[in-house]
């Protein structure tokens, strides 16, 4: 079940929370029961929420669909490899999104060198392959892993700006 953050900081009614040129929101999803596709539907409903706010960026339908992607095969890893409790939150800064997704698991990821012949476990490498940044943490319990999408694009609908990878 989606629960969202609520603060004094003017938590509109979809559970964005506004800061001077912040847009914030967070759910919390029991990945035992596999709820990926409700969290790509936050995804959805939080960008729709931050574009409706004054001052709010456009996003394209490339950003969408990347930060949808992202959040379904981090979310995917949690109910293969931690299922249980997951947080994620969503913060638009100018026009970056940042995805974070924390679970109990203790293991961090890997991504595995490239091979066109694997079936199967290609999530980080498509998650790398879209963002900006990748982080991921070890925390008290489980990790945290954080990732940046460009909202703008560039020519041929790429992400405006530089990737690491």
Same mark, same amino acid.
């Given at each position: 079940?989606?629960?969202?953050?609520?603060?004094d /900081? &003017?938590?509109?009614?979809? *559970?964005?929370?506004?800061?001077?040129? %912040?847009? +914030?929101?967070?759910? +919390?999803?029991d990945? !035992?029961? &596999?709820?990926? =596709?409700?969290?790509?539907?936050?995804?959805?409903?939080?960008l729709? *929420? =931050?574009?409706?706010?004054? *001052?709010?960026?456009?996003?394209?339908? /490339? $950003?969408?669909? =990347?930060?949808?992607?992202?959040v379904?095969?981090? $979310?995917?890893?949690?109910?293969?490899? =931690?299922?249980?409790?997951?947080?994620? !939150?969503?913060?638009?800064?100018?026009?970056?999104?940042?995805?974070?997704?924390?679970?109990?698991g203790?293991?961090?990821?890997? $991504?595995?060198?490239?091979?066109?012949? /694997?079936?199967g476990?290609? *999530?980080?490498?498509? %998650?790398?392959?879209?963002?900006?940044?990748?982080?991921?943490?070890?925390?008290?319990?489980?990790?945290?892993?954080?990732? /940046?999408?460009?909202?703008?694009?560039?020519?041929?609908?790429?992400?405006?700006?530089?990737?690491?990878?």
């Amino acid at each position: 079940m989606v629960e969202r953050l609520a603060t004094d /900081r &003017g938590t509109g009614q979809d *559970g964005t929370v506004a800061v001077p040129g %912040v847009v +914030a929101g967070s759910a +919390a999803f029991d990945m !035992d029961s &596999g709820e990926i =596709a409700r969290a790509r539907d936050f995804v959805r409903d939080f960008l729709a *929420g =931050a574009q409706r706010s004054p *001052g709010g960026p456009h996003v394209s339908a /490339r $950003a969408l669909g =990347a930060a949808q992607l992202v959040v379904s095969e981090l $979310a995917t890893n949690v109910c293969k490899y =931690a299922p249980g409790p997951c947080l994620l !939150d969503l913060e638009v800064d100018g026009d970056m999104l940042g995805i974070t997704m924390w679970d109990s698991g203790s293991v961090l990821p890997g $991504a595995l060198r490239a091979d066109p012949a /694997r079936a199967g476990q290609h *999530g980080l490498e498509i %998650v790398l392959a879209v963002c900006q940044s990748f982080e991921v943490r070890r925390e008290p319990v489980g990790k945290r892993v954080r990732v /940046r999408i460009s909202l703008v694009d560039g020519l041929d609908d790429d992400p405006a700006g530089s990737s690491p990878w």
